[in-house]
């Protein structure tokens, strides 16, 4: 299956975020296969539509990030968020902000509701680094990013990469 491309910052498909799901076909299943494919090529634990230029709620995740430990595989489709509680700040990153790490506040205990792959409705209750990835990933498909969560001093300590990063794509 041919890996997607992800899409870095200042890309517009990412602040476009995603429209809800109606179809759940082969197509479908065959763009989360190729998502978590390129999720792990990337190194990376999470991965939204938007991010890879599709405008679907639909987002694929491992909090391990490991291949080899499919069983934590897991994709979201129309998720929301049903309850919530606490919060604290921790490290994040982002696929489409290569090398750029900086803490976000995230919800501690989150209870969602969401699709899976058939259409049938599920619900996950999710603590810890699961529930800060589904948090990350789940902004993307409202075409909020990490950077827009970012303390005021860590805004200013990331400024210089980010102009890189508009710079890039300016001359691309
Ligand atoms: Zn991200």
């Not at 200042?10 to 999720?39: I, K």
């Not at 639909?58 to 979201?76: I, R, Y």
Request: hydrophobic fraction near 40%; glycine fraction near 8%.
């Amino acid at each position: 299956m041919q890996p997607l491309e992800v899409l870095v910052y200042p890309h517009p498909a990412l602040r476009r975020g995603g429209q809800p799901v109606t179809v759940f076909d082969q197509a479908l299943r065959d763009l989360a296969a190729r998502m978590l494919g390129s999720m792990y090529e990337e190194v990376g634990c999470g991965l939204a539509a938007p991010q890879v230029g599709i405008d679907q709620k639909l987002l694929v995740l491992n909090p391990s990030g490991d291949e080899s430990k499919p069983e934590e595989e897991l994709t979201l489709v129309n998720p929301k968020i049903t309850k919530k509680k606490g919060r604290e700040w921790d490290e994040e990153g982002c696929l489409s902000f290569p090398g750029v790490r900086a803490e976000v506040e995230r919800h501690i205990d989150i209870t969602i509701s969401y699709q899976d792959l058939t259409g049938a409705a599920q619900t996950l209750k999710a603590n810890g680094w699961l529930a800060r990835v589904i948090q990350h990933e789940m902004d993307h498909l409202e075409g909020v990013l990490m950077v827009d969560r970012l303390s005021t001093a860590d805004k200013l300590r990331v400024r210089p990469e980010l102009e890189k990063m508009e710079q890039r794509f300016a001359r691309s």
